[in-house]
């Protein structure tokens, strides 16, 4: 039976007692994050799922307890996890909110002030396909999607051949370009977002109107300024608002930091107050964020290397790849191996392997080695069944990452 609260010891700096309980030396003991920190070490879906460690679990319990909207000064534990994230990056103010989804949603409508007004956007960015169509009802903003021409990432061309001038009154201007970084694992290279950033930030506007604003979904931005070993200083500095997810391969078991200028951010909390944002006891998840920070960004190379590890006994199998390897991410290409999803889905299903019913494989810093292995021999299996004519099971597929897959 897991220990309660109660019956956890009390222990001081110097080893003497306190009112501080310390759950490191019983976190093996806790019956549900054991088994929830096994699954995680056997799951590709995503990267938010990840489980505390005991050193987060521990933070939770010496965070702060103030309420986020009635205490004036809001969560000591908050204001400390949002300082960090400011001298990480270089930004003037940061906020915590609760989720990627509320974070970039309320930066875009922090920028867009009235319509009309377009956003232009990688035509696989999250903020277009994968937020419920928030875009054009929070900030009533019509999208311009573009496919990327060299098949990776926007380049200078790609917004410069799709922005949309104050010239015509048929067609919204252009008034925010969003860009990503990671997406779908691959890197947005500092350079392009440098010559990305100048021009917009240089666009011509007419009189009174506010320049263009500069957006990064950087939900994934330790991961790609990791994998493309580049200052996250640097790389921020390129952008006028930035949300970070606290979840995705960082750790925290839930919310996001948003950054900007000060005038920015003071702006930013009315709308994260109108979109449900206020909370009661913030400071424990902004505890265990501070203390997922310090842990797993140290691992992120580690990470990386495991997943280019995979990809290149995937690629020796006969696997091809949707998009390059370049930080925590495989996309097979199934269609080119002729292997549909469902099979995919049930080969590894069978050895405990947990995936999406997609050929995204997700790697993140509790990912095992037992579980690589397992992954890697039911696709060996998966393929030679393929090349010997064995019939590969094919239905609808539905939910998660589904493709609608029915081969």
């Known amino acids: 039976m897991a220990p309660s609260i109660n019956q956890l010891p009390t222990q001081g700096a110097s080893g003497g007692k306190n009112e501080t309980p310390s759950l490191k030396d019983h976190y093996s003991a806790l019956p549900n994050l054991v088994a929830a920190q096994h699954k995680a070490s056997h799951d590709f879906r995503s990267d938010v799922v990840t489980t505390p460690t005991a050193n987060m679990m521990q933070a939770i319990l010496e965070a702060t307890f103030a309420d986020d909207v009635i205490d004036e000064d809001g969560d000591p534990s908050v204001r400390a996890l949002e300082q960090r994230l400011v001298e990480l990056t270089g930004k003037e103010a940061a906020l915590w909110v609760l989720s990627g989804t509320m974070g970039n949603q309320i930066c875009l409508r922090t920028h867009l002030a009235q319509p009309p007004h377009s956003v232009l956007l990688d035509h696989r960015a999250h903020i277009y396909g994968w937020e419920s169509g928030a875009l054009p009802v929070m900030s009533q903003a019509s999208v311009t999607p573009v496919q990327?021409?060299?098949?990776?990432?926007?380049?200078?061309?790609?917004?410069?051949?799709?922005?949309?001038?104050?010239?015509?009154?048929?067609?919204?201007?252009?008034?925010?370009?969003?860009?990503?970084?990671?997406?779908?694992?691959?890197?947005?290279?500092?350079?392009?977002?440098?010559?990305?950033?100048?021009?917009?930030?240089?666009?011509?506007?007419?009189?009174?109107?506010?320049?263009?604003?500069?957006?990064?979904?950087?939900?994934?931005?330790?991961?790609?300024?990791?994998?493309?070993?580049?200052?996250?200083?640097?790389?921020?500095?390129?952008?006028?608002?930035?949300?970070?997810?606290?979840?995705?391969?960082?750790?925290?078991?839930?919310?996001?930091?948003?950054?900007?200028?000060?005038?920015f951010i003071a702006r930013a909390k009315w709308f994260k107050k109108m979109f449900g944002g206020g909370t009661r006891q913030p400071g424990m998840m902004a505890a265990a964020a501070l203390s997922a920070l310090a842990n797993s960004i140290p691992q992120l190379p580690r990470v990386h290397s495991l997943a280019r590890a995979t990809a290149d006994r995937l690629s020796a199998l006969g696997y091809k790849f949707s998009s390059p390897v370049q930080t925590n991410m495989v996309i097979l290409d199934l269609e080119a191996a002729g292997i549909p999803v469902a099979a995919f889905v049930d080969y590894l299903t069978e050895v405990g392997v947990q995936v999406f019913p997609s050929p995204r494989l997700v790697f993140h810093y509790q990912t095992s080695e037992e579980a690589v292995e397992k992954l890697v021999d039911a696709l060996g299996r998966l393929i030679q069944d393929k090349r010997a004519g064995k019939e590969l099971v094919g239905r609808k597929m539905v939910g998660g990452y589904a493709n609608g897959d029915t081969k």
């Not at 070993?229 to 390129?238: I, Q």
Request: net charge negative; proline share 9%.
């Open 148 to 263: 990327p021409s060299n098949g990776i990432h926007l380049t200078l061309e790609d917004v410069k051949q799709h922005m949309i001038p104050e010239e015509n009154f048929h067609y919204p201007p252009t008034r925010l370009v969003a860009l990503e970084n990671t997406l779908n694992g691959t890197i947005m290279p500092l350079e392009h977002a440098k010559e990305i950033s100048d021009y917009v930030r240089s666009y011509p506007v007419p009189p009174g109107q506010k320049p263009v604003a500069i957006h990064l979904d950087g939900a994934r931005i330790f991961d790609g300024v990791a994998g493309e070993g580049v200052d996250l200083k640097e790389y921020c500095a390129c952008f006028d608002s930035i949300s970070v997810c606290l979840a995705k391969g960082l750790g925290a078991p839930m919310g996001s930091i948003i950054l900007g200028s000060k005038p």
